[in-house]
């Protein structure tokens, strides 16, 4: 602005005020085009107030809460790649307005283009205090600035270093205490981007010493070397260092230093997780396939990761023929104790509910603790529906087919002679496939309370369910090699699939059965399970396809980018037929949140117009990853009986200030 107006006065005697002042107003006028060339006053002005009405809105005087949200622990938005570079940006920016107001300049550099990128960057700052989220991941509009201000910084500094041994101990102090800041928060991204990334969950630890602590001793170290130098000016005067080329390099180097320290932790740990999980899923293992597929074939990223049972019927294991059984058919065994078709509780209330920290980017939840929800997948959450092949009037989750599927459950009323004993039963043998690729592993639905170990070899209480593995010989005889815990992915109490890898199976295995054990008598201690399935499993690029209408979440979309997400013109939107989600923490905490009905989000006529069924879906290789899920949307009423709307499109030209009426918001 001042440059400008010198420019103008300058040539005011020649050109008058109109021309340049016209030249001006044209300029500005551009921004106008490019703001509006597809949106009118009325529409921007409806969509702004819009969105303070359904919220969440935050006033600007709580600005804080974003840079509290950078020092939350164990969250994502407080990873320590977050914290260093908004720190970061901190630092150069008042510490080169320090420089700036102290020496007036730096030598070397023009002064106006320094301060104009400091007006930008702090006017950047203010204007951000009036958004109404709080969200840390707005900081990446920063990013360029932050390059530059980073940029001229390191040259400032190389000038004060050598005019003074003191300011560049000082400033070297300044660079170790971020470093040890921003090592304090976990090593955390975002989604699938955590998978195999050392110190995902922790602060980063070399032999046994947090980072953070080791870069804080530093700080303190090099702290005091600047108060020595500090005191001891009183006495041997200013220290200046010589104005060669070796010392100029050093003196620049420290904010260099620092970048490459956080840049190889960065790369460093994605290569480590490419590497270490390969051929299992990673970014980096994605990003190389679709390097590949620029030269030979196609990528599509996690779509060719994510296996997906199409047909859990088809799957079903039969039981191995001249078996005895009881009156409850293969599934119950001979004898079962306490088992029962209808051994299901009515109502299957999650385990826990689900927390995440505040400040949760796309949610609705509390911006000043921690966001929590309950949730089910599509169709888990139990119920009755029709009676099933062994008496079972249970509601069966996954499309499983009641004519085909029976049920056993351990679920019995307090007051009931069942709620007084232990329950136990052993199915018949079931008959396992040939071994093949694109049928890898044992699935199990079950419900209630089952024990089951975690990767890192923790476990979680519950009633035990073991798959046992067996031999059927040709003379007839049956020989047990063994049993396996299940593999879950989180405490639940509703429909799941357990998995049991058929990796785990000797290789003589050619029988498997279920070995069910409930001795505990407390109310919310049952379990019940299905047959076992060995489901032939095709790829989620396979099975969608890429012309299929899909409702992909944001945290899914960048993962899926073969997939087509559902169409939406002049208003009217196209029904999906699948729609593909995040893990589960991320669907209850975010995803069914910013989608919700009541915030008009797409759900809004998605739950009116459509019904929806959960698939079993699974992570190549990695059988203990809760990777998100897939649903599969059934219309109401049928296409054939509710067909595709006619449009009648017109154009009408009215002022930009012209509004039809109000977007009206729920209560």
């Given amino acids: 602005a001042r440059a400008a ?27 106008f085009v490019v703001v509006f060339r597809d949106q009118t006053l009325a529409t921007v002005a409806e969509s702004v107030r819009i969105k303070y009405v359904v919220g969440p809105t935050v006033p600007w005087y709580q600005e804080f809460l974003r840079y509290y949200y950078l020092t939350v622990e164990e969250s994502i938005d407080g990873s320590l790649t977050r914290r260093f570079s908004v720190l970061i940006l901190l630092l150069c920016l008042f510490g080169l307005i320090t420089v700036m107001l102290r020496r007036g300049a730096v030598p070397g550099a023009v002064n106006g283009p320094i301060w104009r990128l400091i007006g930008a960057t702090g006017i950047g700052l203010l204007l951000l205090t009036l958004t109404p989220t709080k969200w840390v991941v707005q900081f990446g509009a920063f990013a360029g600035l932050s390059a530059a201000l980073g940029a001229i910084t390191a040259f400032a500094f190389a000038r004060v270093g050598l005019h003074s041994r003191r300011n560049l101990a000082l400033y070297v102090t300044a660079l170790l205490f971020v470093l040890a800041w921003a090592t304090s928060g976990i090593n955390g991204w975002f989604y699938v981007a955590n998978y195999g990334v050392p110190w ?22 090099c702290g005091v070397l600047a108060a020595w130098l500090h005191f001891r000016i009183d006495y041997a005067g200013h220290t200046e260092v010589a104005d060669t080329g070796r010392n100029r390099a050093v003196a620049s180097a420290p904010l260099l230093v620092v970048a490459v320290i956080m840049v190889v932790l960065e790369l460093g740990s994605m290569l480590k997780a490419t590497v270490g999980r390969y051929p299992i899923y990673t970014t980096g293992a994605a990003n190389v396939a679709a390097l590949r597929s620029g030269l030979s074939g196609e990528s599509c990223a996690m779509a060719d990761d994510v296996l997906v049972e199409a047909d859990t019927n088809a799957g079903m294991l039969q039981p191995v023929p001249g078996q005895r059984f009881g009156e409850y058919g293969p599934l119950g065994g001979e004898d079962p104790v306490g088992f029962t078709p209808n051994g299901v509780s009515d109502t299957l209330e999650p385990a ?25 997948a599509a169709g888990t959450g139990g119920g009755y529906g029709p009676e099933g092949v062994n008496g079972s009037k249970v509601f069966l989750p996954f499309g499983l087919d009641p004519d085909t599927t029976p049920v056993m459950g351990s679920f019995a009323e307090p007051a009931s002679d069942n709620s007084k004993i232990a329950a136990e039963a052993t199915s018949a043998w079931y008959q396992l496939p040939p071994r093949t690729p694109d049928r890898p592993l044992v699935s199990v639905a079950a419900a209630g309370a089952i024990w089951y170990y975690n990767e890192d070899g923790s476990f979680n209480y519950g009633q035990s369910l073991k798959l046992q593995w067996g031999v059927h010989r040709p003379d007839g005889s049956y020989q047990e090699l063994g049993e396996v815990q299940p ?29 069910a054990d409930d001795p505990n008598l407390s109310e919310d201690q049952w379990f019940a399970f299905t047959p076992p399935r060995v489901p032939v499993l095709q790829t989620a690029g396979e099975f969608l396809g890429s012309d299929t209408p899909v409702l992909m979440d944001i945290a899914t979309a960048a993962n899926f980018p073969c997939q087509r997400p559902f169409s939406e013109h002049l208003g009217i939107a196209e029904l999906p037929e699948y729609r593909i989600m995040p893990n589960f923490k991320q669907i209850v905490v975010s995803s069914n949140q910013w989608q919700a009905a009541e915030d008009g989000g797409p759900f809004l006529f998605i739950q009116a117009l459509l019904r929806t069924e959960s698939i079993p879906s699974y992570l190549s290789g990695d059988w203990y990853r809760d990777w998100g899920s897939l649903e599969r949307y059934n219309r109401v009423v049928p296409s054939d009986r509710a067909p595709e709307a006619a449009i009648e499109e017109g154009s009408t030209r009215v002022f930009g200030w012209n509004r039809g009426g109000p977007i009206r918001a729920l209560p």
């Fill in 200 to 221: 995902f969950d922790k602060q980063p630890v070399i032999l046994g010493y947090p980072v953070t602590t080791i870069f804080l001793v530093l700080a303190i170290a």
């Fill in 5 to 31: 107006t010198r420019i103008v006065a300058a040539r005011r005697p020649a050109d008058g005020l109109l021309a340049p002042l016209a030249t001006l107003l044209a300029s500005a006028s551009l921004l």
């Fill in 352 to 376: 826990e509910p689900v927390g995440a920290s505040p400040g949760t980017v796309n949610s609705d939840g509390p911006v000043d603790k921690p966001n929590i929800g309950v949730g089910y």
């Fill in 487 to 515: 593999i879950d992915i989180f405490v639940q109490k509703a429909w799941r699939n357990l998995r049991f890898p058929l990796e785990w199976a000797p290789p003589e295995a050619n029988v498997a059965r279920i070995v």
